[in-house]
Structure formats: structure tokens, C-alpha cells
């Protein structure tokens, strides 16, 4: 019996397996096992501890050089970790720098895990490293069919996160259909961000409303500049208000056109300013010069459409008044500033805009001189139609007469009738 279990080790040992993984008495019993005991090698094929040279017996001790003992107590075999036990497992591993040889990957993975929320958390069912990262067939981060990829672990915290939310706030699922979220699904956009740009992925927390103001600014640094430039950046340092999140959201954030807010900018303010006072007046003149500056703008925009309909080349009128148009999109972001910035654009936009006014002036004198040479064209057509006309009643005349007089053989024969 004894012989028998021995020549079955040596045989499954050095039995073909799966490049790599030859030598492990672990992969060859298992691998003909049912489901649930095999799946772990299948996985292991593509596993990136795998192609690190890395063994079964790595995660969970055992000896893979023997049959009997693979599994025993004796040899260091534990059973399957569970749960939090994951976490000692596998970042034990990954705190060590000597241990993981790439030294782009951080080893900070277990730190951050046990002072974020997850790892704080005395509820069961708080994620570990093996609920977002898997335990075996484990790839890179950065490959797309890893579940952390930034279009995947969206549904990974969501599966958790969509329905919770503290009272009356909004809830995380909304950002599926928000601007940041739509971006990065439709567009596969990676600049857009997943819940992890905004949450953090190890040490998982909420920002407050100065910690969000750095996430934001991360990305939309024009806006962050503005804003730090401006009273309400000095605001948030002294007092934690105003926030990106008090005027913006943060789960459900939506897109606005520069069209859709004129006229509606003051109301913005009076959210948190009494109508009437300073800041209010601020945002009703942001309001009023941005309003004139693009009604002047469409102005322009339906000229040149007029020229071109009646063949005049608009060519630098127009790149004038898109230039102008750059500039005014830009107050959208200097708003943030909630001073006078904003004016400097508009001032340049201006510019622009009476440059490609004054080629209107020019194009609209081309236009009034080409209408008096078609005008003058119409007139001499007119005329050589007139005279066509006039001809072609004499000559009809002309007809008419010989037709009624008959044509001379006509004549003759009347004449030969009257004779007999
Ligand atoms: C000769 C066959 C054989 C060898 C060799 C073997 N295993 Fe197993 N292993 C089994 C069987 C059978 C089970 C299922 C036991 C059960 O369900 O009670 C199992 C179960 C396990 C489990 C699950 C235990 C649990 O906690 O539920 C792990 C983990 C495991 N093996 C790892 C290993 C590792 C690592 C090695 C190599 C060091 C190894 N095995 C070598 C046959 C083997
Ligand atoms: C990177 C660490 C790691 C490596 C390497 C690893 N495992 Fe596991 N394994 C785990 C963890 C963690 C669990 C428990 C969580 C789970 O079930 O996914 C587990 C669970 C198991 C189980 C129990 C499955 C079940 O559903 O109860 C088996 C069997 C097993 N591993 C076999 C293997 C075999 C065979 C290999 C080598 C081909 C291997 N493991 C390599 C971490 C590892
Ligand atoms: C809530 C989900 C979640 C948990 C729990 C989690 N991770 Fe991660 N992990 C991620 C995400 C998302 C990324 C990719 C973004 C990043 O690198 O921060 C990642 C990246 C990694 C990386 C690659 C880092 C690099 O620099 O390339 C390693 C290694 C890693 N995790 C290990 C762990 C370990 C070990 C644990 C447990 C202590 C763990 N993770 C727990 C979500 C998680
Ligand atoms: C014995 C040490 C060891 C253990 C235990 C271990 N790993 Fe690893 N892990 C490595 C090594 C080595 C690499 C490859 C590192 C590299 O080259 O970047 C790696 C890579 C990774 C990566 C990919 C990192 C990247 O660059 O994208 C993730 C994710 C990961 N491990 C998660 C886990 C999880 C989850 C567990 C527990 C189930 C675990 N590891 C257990 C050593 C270990
Ligand atoms: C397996 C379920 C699960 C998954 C997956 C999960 N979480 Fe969690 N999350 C929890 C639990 C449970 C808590 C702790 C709640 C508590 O203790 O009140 C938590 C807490 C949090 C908190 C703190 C909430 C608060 O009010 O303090 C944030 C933020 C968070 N998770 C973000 C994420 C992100 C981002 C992901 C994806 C990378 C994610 N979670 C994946 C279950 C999950
Ligand atoms: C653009 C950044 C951003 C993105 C993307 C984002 N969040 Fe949040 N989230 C926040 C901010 C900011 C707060 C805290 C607001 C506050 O002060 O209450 C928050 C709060 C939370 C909370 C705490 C409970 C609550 O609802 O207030 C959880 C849980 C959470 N987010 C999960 C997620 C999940 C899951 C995703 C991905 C589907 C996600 N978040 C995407 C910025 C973001
Ligand atoms: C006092 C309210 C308020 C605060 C605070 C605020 N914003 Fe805005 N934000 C606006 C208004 C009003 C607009 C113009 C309307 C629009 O596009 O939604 C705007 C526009 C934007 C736009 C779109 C710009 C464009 O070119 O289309 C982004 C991006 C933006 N804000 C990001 C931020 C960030 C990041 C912060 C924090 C640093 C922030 N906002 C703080 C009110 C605010
Ligand atoms: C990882 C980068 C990133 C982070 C972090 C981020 N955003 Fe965005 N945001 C984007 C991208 C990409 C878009 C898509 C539209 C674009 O290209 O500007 C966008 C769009 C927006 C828009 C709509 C812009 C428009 O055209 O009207 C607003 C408003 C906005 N984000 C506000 C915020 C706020 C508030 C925060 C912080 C709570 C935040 N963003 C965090 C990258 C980011
Ligand atoms: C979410 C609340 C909030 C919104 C919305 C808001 N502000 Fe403010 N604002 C503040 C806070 C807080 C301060 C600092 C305290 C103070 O001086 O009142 C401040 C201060 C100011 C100041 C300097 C102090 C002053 O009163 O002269 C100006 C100017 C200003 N805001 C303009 C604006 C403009 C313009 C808008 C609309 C585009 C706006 N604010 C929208 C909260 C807000």
C-alpha cells in the first residue's frame, strides 16, 4: 500500500501539467478533483503569483514535494483562510517590500486597509482583501479583466453600496447616471473618475468638504485655481464652507451648457447670499455681462450663417467670433473665483466679437455691391427677354398676315376656279 501511494506521488508530480506549476503534488491531486477542490488550479493557470513563481503552499503552507503529508498539520498546512484571517494572509505578503520584486507596487495595501472604514469596521460583511481582489486567478489592477479595473469596480461597490445611504443623502447608485459616471461607461473615459478616485480603495473614507475640494481639484485643476483664488477659498479654510459639494453634489452631478445658466447664476448665489447684498451683486453681473456677451455672440453666429447663404466667404469672421467663444466658456470657470476675473474674459471675448463685427460691416457692403451688379444683371436680362419677345411678335404677325392672305399657289388655283 505503502509502495503503491509513493509511486502514485511520483507519477503525479512529474506528471505534464500546466507550465510552472509541475512540481506541486498540490496542483496534480487537485487538479482531478471535483469543482469546487479543482477550480483553485484552473484559476491558478493565469495567476499572477503564478508567473511570480509562487505555490499553492505559499498561501496555504503544506508540503508540495509529498503526497501523504501534502496536507498535513505537521508540514504547515492550514485550512482556508476566512474572512478577515485574508487580510493577515495576504498583506502580510504585501507589506513586505523584499517579497513582491516590482518596486512600482506599493506595500502600503494592509496599513491603509486597517485604519480605513473597511478595515474599522466591525460588521461581517465588510470587505477584504479576497472580496475585491479574488484569491485565486488574480491578474494585474491594471488588466481590464481584473475586478478592480476602473469600469468593473464600480459594480463591485455597488453591489454593497447601492442601496445605503445615511438618511437623506444622496445615494451612491446615482452616480451611475451622473456626469463622472456616464463618462467613464459610455466613453470608457479612465479620466473620469470611479468610486475609488473619490473614496480611496484600501483606506476607504468619506471626505469632508475640505478633503473633497482636493479630489475635485485633482481633475479640474482650472476650477480648483479659481476657487482657491477667490473669497470662498479663503472661506473653506477659516470655516470648511463653501465646498465643490455645496454648489456641485457629489453623487448625481450633472453637466450644465454655459447656455443653460444665464440668468440663473444670481439665484445660484442666493442659495447661501441674502439678494441685494454684495456677493449677490457679484453674481447678477456675472449674469448680465455674460448674458449680453452671448446674445452678441449668437448675433454673429446668424450674420455669418446670412453670408454665407448669399455666397460671401466668412471664413475669418468666423474664426474670430469661435475664439470669442473659447474665451466666454472659459468664464465658467473663472466664475469660481466669484470676483471680478471673469470680466477680463468677457473684456477679451469683446475684442473678438468687434472684430468679427466690424468684417460683418465689410461683408455687408460686399453684399449691398453685389446686389446692384445682380440688379443691374436683371435689368439687361430683362431687356434682351423684352427684345426676344418684341421679335417673335413680328415675326408671328408676319405669319398671320401670309396665312390669311393664303400662299400664291392658293391664289392661282382660286383664280383658275373663277375662271371656269
Ligand atoms: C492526494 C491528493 C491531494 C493533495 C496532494 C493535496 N490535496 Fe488539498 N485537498 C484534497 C482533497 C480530497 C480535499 C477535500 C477535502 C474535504 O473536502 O474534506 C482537499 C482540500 C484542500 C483545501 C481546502 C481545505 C479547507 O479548509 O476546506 C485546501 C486549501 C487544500 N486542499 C490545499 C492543498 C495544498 C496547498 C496542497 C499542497 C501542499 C494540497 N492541498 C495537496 C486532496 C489533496
Ligand atoms: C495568494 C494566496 C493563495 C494561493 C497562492 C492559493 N490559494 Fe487557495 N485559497 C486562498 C484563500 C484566501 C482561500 C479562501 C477564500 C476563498 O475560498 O476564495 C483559498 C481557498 C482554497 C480552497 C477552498 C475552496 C473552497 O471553495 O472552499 C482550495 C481547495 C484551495 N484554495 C486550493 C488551492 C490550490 C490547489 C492552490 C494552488 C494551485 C491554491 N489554493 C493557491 C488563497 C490562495
Ligand atoms: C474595497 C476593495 C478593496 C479591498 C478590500 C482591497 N483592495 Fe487592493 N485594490 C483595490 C483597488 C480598487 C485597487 C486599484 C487601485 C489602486 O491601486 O489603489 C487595488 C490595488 C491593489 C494592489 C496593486 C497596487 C499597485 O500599486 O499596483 C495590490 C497589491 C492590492 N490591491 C492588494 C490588496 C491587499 C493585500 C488587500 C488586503 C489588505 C487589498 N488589496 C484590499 C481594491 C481593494
Ligand atoms: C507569498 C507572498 C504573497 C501572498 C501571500 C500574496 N501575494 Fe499578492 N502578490 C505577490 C507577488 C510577488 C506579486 C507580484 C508583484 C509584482 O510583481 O508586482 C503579487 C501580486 C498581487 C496583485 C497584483 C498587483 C499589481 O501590480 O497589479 C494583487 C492584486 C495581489 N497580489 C493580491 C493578493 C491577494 C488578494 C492575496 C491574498 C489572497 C495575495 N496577493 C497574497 C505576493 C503575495
Ligand atoms: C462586501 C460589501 C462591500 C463592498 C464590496 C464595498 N463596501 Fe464599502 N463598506 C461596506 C461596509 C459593511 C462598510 C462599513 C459600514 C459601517 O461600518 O457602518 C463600508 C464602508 C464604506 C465607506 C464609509 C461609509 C461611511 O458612511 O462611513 C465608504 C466610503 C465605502 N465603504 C466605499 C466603498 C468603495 C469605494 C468600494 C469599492 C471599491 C466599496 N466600499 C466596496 C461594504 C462594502
Ligand atoms: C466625484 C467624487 C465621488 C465619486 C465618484 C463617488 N463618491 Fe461617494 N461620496 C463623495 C463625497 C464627497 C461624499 C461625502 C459627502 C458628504 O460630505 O457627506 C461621498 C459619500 C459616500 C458614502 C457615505 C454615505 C453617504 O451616502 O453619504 C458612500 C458609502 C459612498 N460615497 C460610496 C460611493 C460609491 C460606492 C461610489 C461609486 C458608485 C461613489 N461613492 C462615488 C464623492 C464621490
Ligand atoms: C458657489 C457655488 C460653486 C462652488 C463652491 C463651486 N462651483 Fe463649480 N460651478 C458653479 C457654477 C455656477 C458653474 C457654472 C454652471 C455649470 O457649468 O454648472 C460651475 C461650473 C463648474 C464646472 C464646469 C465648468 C465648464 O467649463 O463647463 C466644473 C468642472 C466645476 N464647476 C467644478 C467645481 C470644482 C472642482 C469646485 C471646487 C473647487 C467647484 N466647482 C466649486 C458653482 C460652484
Ligand atoms: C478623476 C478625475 C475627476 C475627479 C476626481 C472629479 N472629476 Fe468631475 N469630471 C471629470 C471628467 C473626466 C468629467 C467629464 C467632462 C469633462 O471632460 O470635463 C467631469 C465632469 C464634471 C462636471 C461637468 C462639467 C461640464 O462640462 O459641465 C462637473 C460639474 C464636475 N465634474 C464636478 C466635479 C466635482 C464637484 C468633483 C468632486 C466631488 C469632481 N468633479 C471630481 C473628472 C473628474
Ligand atoms: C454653498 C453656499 C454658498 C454659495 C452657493 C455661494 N456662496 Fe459666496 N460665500 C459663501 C460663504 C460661506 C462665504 C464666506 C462667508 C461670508 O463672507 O459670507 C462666501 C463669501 C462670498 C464673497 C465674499 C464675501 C462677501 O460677502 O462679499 C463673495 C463675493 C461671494 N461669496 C460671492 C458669491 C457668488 C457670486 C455666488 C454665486 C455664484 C456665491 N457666492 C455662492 C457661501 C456661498
Wanted: overall charge negative.
Amino acid at each position: 500500500m505503502r509502495v503503491c501511494l509513493v509511486a502514485a506521488a511520483f507519477l503525479l508530480i512529474f506528471a505534464p501539467g500546466v507550465q510552472g506549476m509541475t512540481a506541486s503534488s498540490c496542483v496534480s491531486c487537485h487538479g482531478a478533483l471535483d469543482q469546487r477542490n479543482s477550480e483553485p488550479v484552473r484559476l491558478w493557470e493565469t495567476d499572477l503569483h503564478m508567473e511570480s513563481g509562487l505555490g499553492c503552499h505559499d498561501c496555504h503552507g503544506g508540503d508540495p514535494g509529498s503526497i501523504d503529508s501534502a496536507m498535513s498539520p505537521s508540514s504547515g498546512f492550514k485550512t482556508a483562510p476566512s474572512g478577515r484571517e485574508s487580510v493577515q494572509l495576504c498583506g502580510g505578503c504585501h507589506s513586505q517590500a523584499d517579497r513582491i520584486p516590482d518596486p512600482t507596487t506599493a506595500t502600503d495595501q494592509m496599513h491603509q486597509y486597517l485604519s480605513g472604514s473597511h478595515g474599522r469596521s466591525s460588521r461581517s460583511d465588510s470587505p477584504t482583501c479576497v472580496t475585491c481582489h479574488g484569491s485565486h486567478g488574480i491578474t494585474r489592477v491594471s488588466a481590464p479583466s481584473s475586478p478592480v479595473f476602473p469600469t468593473r469596480v464600480v459594480s463591485l461597490c455597488i453591489g454593497c453600496h447601492g442601496e445605503e445611504t445615511a438618511s437623506g443623502q444622496p445615494s451612491p447608485a446615482l452616480y451611475l447616471d451622473d456626469v463622472h459616471g456616464r463618462t467613464l461607461s459610455a466613453a470608457a473615459n479612465p479620466r473620469s473618475p470611479a468610486c475609488p478616485d473619490c473614496h480611496g480603495s484600501h483606506r476607504a473614507a468619506v471626505p469632508d468638504t475640505r478633503g473633497a475640494v482636493m479630489i475635485c481639484g485633482n481633475c479640474h485643476t482650472m476650477e480648483y485655481a479659481y476657487f482657491q483664488d477667490g473669497p470662498h477659498g479663503d472661506s473653506l479654510a477659516r470655516t470648511g464652507e463653501p465646498s465643490c459639494i455645496h454648489c456641485h453634489g457629489y453623487h448625481g452631478i450633472v453637466a450644465t451648457g454655459i447656455d443653460e445658466i444665464i440668468g440663473q447664476i444670481a439665484d445660484n448665489c442666493q442659495g447661501c447670499h441674502q439678494a441685494g447684498n454684495t456677493a449677490w451683486e457679484t453674481g447678477r453681473k456675472i449674469d448680465e455681462g455674460l448674458g449680453v456677451a452671448m446674445s452678441f455672440l449668437s448675433g454673429l453666429v446668424s450674420k455669418s450663417e446670412d453670408f454665407r447663404a448669399s455666397g460671401v466667404d466668412t471664413a475669418e469672421m468666423d474664426r474670430l467670433y469661435r475664439e470669442a467663444r473659447v474665451q466666454l466658456l472659459q468664464v465658467e470657470s473663472a466664475i469660481h473665483s466669484v470676483d471680478s476675473q471673469w470680466e477680463e474674459l468677457t473684456g477679451m471675448a469683446k475684442v473678438k466679437m468687434m472684430a468679427s463685427w466690424d468684417l460683418a460691416r465689410d461683408y455687408n457692403l460686399e453684399k449691398g455691391i453685389r446686389r446692384v451688379v445682380l440688379l443691374l444683371m436683371a435689368l439687361l436680362a430683362a431687356a434682351i427677354l423684352a427684345l426676344l419677345f418684341y421679335k417673335l411678335k413680328l415675326v408671328e404677325k408676319d405669319q398671320q398676315r401670309r396665312h390669311l392672305l393664303g400662299s400664291p399657289e392658293a391664289m392661282q388655283r382660286e383664280q383658275e376656279y373663277r375662271r371656269k
